[in-house]
């Protein structure tokens, strides 16, 4: 049995796409040399132009112009871009979930606990890593979670 590349090539619908191998002097105007050779090309859809080896393409950009705009990134900050898109995620299931509700996230006035501000991402993944509400209520780990808190 043949490779399926032989089994397309066998197939009666389908025809190779024509090559082209311009010279260099014809190549001098690539947009009059696609022009020229559209009428062989056209009824296959596609076509491969192989640009002579001699030719050096111009460079489009003008350096002068060209500008990359950059930031300034916490090196020590990389390493926690998971945890900080898991609380953007949590947040924005939250969010979601409060608008079901009728309710609103206050995005600006955060919970306190001891006079700190908590992420409630944070207690929601210390609750769950632990069994949820009912099992940390029934276990009495209010303590630990307080711990992962501070």
């Not at 025809?15 to 001098?28: K, Y």
């Not at 056209?42 to 950059?70: D, M, R, S």
Request: aromatic share 10%; proline share 7%.
């Amino acid at each position: 049995m043949g490779s399926p590349t032989e089994a397309v090539k066998q197939h009666s619908l389908w025809r190779e796409a024509p090559t082209f191998r311009p010279r260099e002097e014809e190549w001098a105007d690539p947009l009059k040399y696609l022009a020229s050779i559209r009428d062989l090309a056209e009824p296959y859809g596609i076509c491969k132009i192989v640009p002579p080896k001699e030719w050096k393409p111009p460079c489009a950009l003008v350096l002068e112009e060209v500008h990359f705009p950059t930031r300034r990134q916490k090196v020590h900050e990389l390493q926690h871009r998971d945890i900080q898109q898991a609380q953007a995620d949590f947040y924005e299931d939250y969010d979601r979930f409060l608008h079901s509700q009728g309710k609103q996230l206050c995005k600006w006035k955060y919970p306190q606990f001891l006079g700190r501000d908590i992420c409630i991402s944070v207690l929601h993944r210390a609750v769950q890593r632990r069994g949820g509400y009912e099992a940390v209520t029934e276990h009495k780990q209010w303590r630990e979670v307080a711990k992962v808190l501070q």
